[in-house]
């Protein structure tokens, strides 16, 4: 069994009006030892917007804008920016985030070349209604039962606006591949992959055409008992030799709530969409009670890391409420993954 040490809560709530309801889910990237953190400032009423903050090495807060970097300015945005992830590509940085509108929570996609100054782009996904998406996929077999029955759920009529299948977690892996930019994301209850050359392909076009093949897009289907709610992607991919380390979150449905477990899988390092292997258990799932007793119990939500040497740190939001951190050895989390291929 590997061995997970807690770092502990590295970043709590203020009285600041932006981030006095709790900070969260984490986009994080290094410059040199310097680490960069975009996180989800929540304030009372459920509004957030991105908070930044510098850290020396992985755990020394050295620096905390007063201030959201990021905050809404477009309709489709206008009740919240969420959840961000972020890596850089070539000389370009690449933040998602979920842009929430207060019915319809989808991702998009910010750009930036110095980590200040960032230029929105707009919604990545498809805006498609819960009857066009059940029109594109249709006879695609069982498989899409469970998606009709997570995704008919949210779907409601607010008067004359139609709420959208919401497609969130957009995650992109930190290179290209083949030529190629590859991404995940997630409709409800599994986690789906995309591959283009050039994210201006991401047409109404494409995802009408993605969506009637939609089974040839799933990455990962639930297998494990920790696993049985629905899962999502974490943190952007980690590039090893064996093949890209994957972070990413599993929902276990209990009688008193939901947990949410940080989980590991290794997937091919020319052809992501191939999963090599996945560890049977949580890497790590709450426990602590800064993880079990919050804005929402019993939460550990991993959405950046940080790789020191052979020490992979990672940062997560702990109940929705507070931002921590893990770590483990990089080498023999790839050891153990290895021993389920």
Same mark, same amino acid.
């Given at each position: 069994?590997?061995?997970?040490?807690? =770092?502990?809560?590295?970043?709590?709530?203020?009285? @600041?009006?932006?981030?006095?309801?709790?900070?969260?889910?984490?986009?994080?990237?290094?410059?040199?030892?310097?680490? #960069? @953190?975009?996180?989800?400032?929540?304030?009372?009423?459920?509004?957030?917007?991105?908070?930044? &903050?510098?850290? =020396?090495?992985?755990?020394?807060?050295?620096?905390?804008?007063?201030?959201?970097?990021?905050?809404?300015?477009?309709?489709?945005?206008?009740?919240?920016?969420?959840?961000?992830?972020?890596?850089?590509?070539?000389?370009?940085?690449?933040?998602?985030?979920?842009?929430?509108?207060?019915?319809?929570?989808?991702?998009?996609?910010?750009?930036?070349?110095?980590?200040?100054?960032?230029?929105?782009?707009?919604? @990545?996904? $498809?805006?498609?209604?819960?009857?066009?998406?059940?029109?594109?996929?249709?006879?695609?077999?069982?498989?899409?039962?469970?998606?009709?029955? *997570?995704?008919? %759920?949210?779907? =409601?009529?607010?008067?004359?606006?139609?709420?959208?299948?919401?497609?969130? #977690?957009?995650?992109?892996?930190?290179?290209?591949? #083949?030529?190629?930019?590859?991404?995940?994301?997630?409709?409800?209850?599994?986690?789906?992959?995309?591959?283009?050359?050039?994210?201006?392909?991401?047409?109404?076009?494409? *995802?009408? #055409?993605?969506?009637?093949?939609?089974?040839?897009?799933?990455?990962?289907?639930?297998?494990?008992?920790?696993?049985?709610?629905?899962?999502?992607?974490?943190?952007? $991919?980690? =590039?090893? $030799?064996?093949? *890209?380390?994957?972070?990413?979150?599993?929902?276990?449905?209990?009688?008193?709530?939901?947990?949410?477990?940080? &989980?590991? !899988?290794?997937?091919?390092?020319?052809?992501?969409?191939?999963?090599?292997?996945?560890?049977?258990?949580?890497?790590? %799932?709450?426990?602590?009670?800064?993880?079990?007793?919050?804005?929402?119990?019993?939460?550990?939500?991993?959405?950046?890391?940080?790789?020191?040497?052979?020490?992979?740190?990672?940062?997560?939001? !702990?109940?929705?409420?507070?931002?921590? &951190?893990?770590?483990?050895?990089?080498?023999?989390?790839?050891?153990?993954?290895?021993?389920?291929?």
């Amino acid at each position: 069994m590997l061995h997970v040490k807690r =770092e502990g809560v590295v970043l709590e709530k203020t009285s @600041m009006e932006f981030e006095n309801d709790g900070v969260l889910n984490p986009a994080v990237i290094a410059t040199g030892n310097k680490v #960069n @953190m975009f996180y989800r400032a929540v304030k009372k009423g459920n509004y957030s917007t991105i908070g930044y &903050c510098q850290f =020396e090495g992985p755990l020394h807060l050295i620096k905390r804008d007063e201030y959201p970097i990021l905050y809404p300015q477009y309709p489709y945005e206008s009740h919240g920016i969420e959840d961000p992830r972020i890596v850089k590509i070539d000389d370009l940085y690449y933040l998602t985030y979920t842009a929430y509108d207060g019915a319809n929570a989808l991702g998009a996609l910010a750009t930036s070349t110095d980590l200040v100054h960032f230029v929105k782009k707009g919604i @990545m996904v $498809p805006k498609f209604t819960f009857e066009k998406f059940k029109e594109l996929t249709e006879g695609l077999g069982e498989l899409m039962d469970s998606y009709y029955t *997570w995704n008919v %759920r949210g779907y =409601e009529t607010e008067g004359h606006k139609k709420t959208f299948i919401w497609d969130k #977690n957009v995650v992109f892996f930190p290179r290209k591949i #083949n030529n190629k930019f590859y991404f995940m994301h997630r409709v409800k209850p599994q986690i789906q992959m995309v591959a283009v050359d050039d994210l201006d392909d991401l047409t109404p076009e494409f *995802w009408e #055409n993605y969506f009637r093949h939609f089974t040839d897009h799933i990455l990962f289907i639930p297998k494990f008992n920790h696993e049985t709610c629905y899962i999502g992607a974490g943190c952007p $991919p980690i =590039e090893t $030799p064996e093949g *890209w380390v994957t972070i990413y979150h599993s929902v276990e449905c209990f009688p008193e709530g939901n947990s949410y477990s940080a &989980c590991a !899988a290794l997937l091919d390092l020319e052809n992501p969409q191939k999963e090599l292997s996945r560890l049977p258990y949580p890497l790590f %799932r709450p426990k602590m009670d800064y993880e079990l007793s919050g804005v929402v119990d019993r939460v550990c939500f991993p959405t950046g890391t940080f790789l020191r040497d052979d020490t992979l740190y990672i940062y997560y939001g !702990a109940a929705d409420e507070r931002i921590a &951190c893990a770590s483990v050895s990089l080498s023999e989390l790839v050891k153990e993954l290895i021993k389920y291929k």
